[in-house]
């Protein structure tokens, strides 16, 4: 069977847009999310939950965030700090959508 064209652009556009799901739509697992959140060693440089590393004073209390940012920023954020805060001294973190997800679902938690 050969496909019309515009039925094969059709499933082309959908097969993308769900490629391109954004982290922060994805379902995070917390416990996977505070793992990852010790492994990027992400407490150096934040304070959380009491606890917090030798140069939190850098990027300050995490504590709370969802009061002041959403997931969807926060995702933006992890991926690209400079293309939020253009002058940000947030490393990037290279993780993958499902490791974004956890981590945004712990940072999230209260
Ligand atoms: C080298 C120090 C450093 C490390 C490591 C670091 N951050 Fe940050 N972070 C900062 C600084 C500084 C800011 C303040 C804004 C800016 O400069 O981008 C910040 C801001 C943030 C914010 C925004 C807070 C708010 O109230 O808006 C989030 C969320 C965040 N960091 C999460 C993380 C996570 C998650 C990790 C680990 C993957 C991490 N940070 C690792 C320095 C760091």
Not at 13 to 31: E, K, W, Y
């Amino acid at each position: 069977m050969t496909l019309r064209p515009s039925l094969t652009l059709f499933i082309i556009a959908a097969t993308l847009m769900t490629s391109a799901t954004p982290a922060s739509a994805q379902t995070g697992d917390i416990q996977a999310g505070q793992a990852i959140y010790a492994a990027q060693m992400c407490s150096l440089c934040h304070s959380r939950a009491g606890e917090s590393g030798p140069m939190a004073h850098v990027g300050g209390p995490l504590d709370g965030l969802a009061s002041r940012r959403d997931a969807a920023w926060i995702e933006g954020y992890l991926r690209d700090p400079k293309s939020v805060i253009p002058n940000s001294q947030m490393p990037k973190t290279g993780l993958t959508d499902q490791e974004l997800a956890d981590l945004i679902a712990f940072l999230l938690a209260p």
